[in-house]
C-alpha cells in the first residue's frame, strides 16, 4: 500500500520559516519524481516546486530564492524548506509522487496546512 505522509505544516509569521517533510511508502521511492503542491481556498492546486528523481530541481516563479526542495533516497523523504513565508503562501500543501516511466502512475498525500499571518 503506497503512503505518503506530510508534516510540518504549522500557523506562522510573516518572514518565518517552515521546513515540511513527505515520508513515502510502499514505493521505490528513489525512481520517482517527487513534487510540492498547494491549494489556496478558492484556487487550483499549483505546483510550489519539484525534483526529479536524477535530482533536478524546478520552481514556481512565486518562490524562487524562498523555497528549496530536497529528497533523501535513504529515508525515502522528499522535504521543502520554506523561507520568508508570506501571507500569499498560506495554501494546503500537498506532496506527489509521479513515476514517469511507462505506465505511469501518481500519488498524492493527504496535505499539510500552512498559514502565514500576524
Known amino acids: 500500500q503506497v503512503q505518503l505522509v506530510e508534516s510540518g505544516g504549522d500557523l506562522v509569521q510573516p518572514g518565518g520559516s517552515l521546513r515540511l517533510s513527505c515520508a513515502a511508502s510502499g514505493i521505490h521511492f528513489s525512481a520517482y519524481d517527487m513534487g510540492w503542491y498547494r491549494q489556496a481556498p478558492g484556487k487550483q492546486r499549483e505546483l510550489v516546486a519539484g525534483?526529479?528523481?536524477?535530482?533536478?530541481?524546478n520552481y514556481a516563479d512565486s518562490v524562487k530564492g524562498r523555497f528549496t526542495i530536497s529528497r533523501d533516497n535513504v529515508k525515502n523523504t522528499v522535504y521543502l524548506q520554506m523561507n520568508t513565508l508570506q501571507p500569499e503562501d498560506t495554501a494546503v500543501y500537498y506532496c506527489n509522487a509521479h513515476y514517469s516511466r511507462w505506465p505511469n502512475r501518481d500519488y498524492w498525500g493527504q496535505g499539510t496546512q500552512v498559514t502565514v499571518s500576524s
Open positions: 525534483i526529479t528523481s536524477a535530482g533536478r530541481t
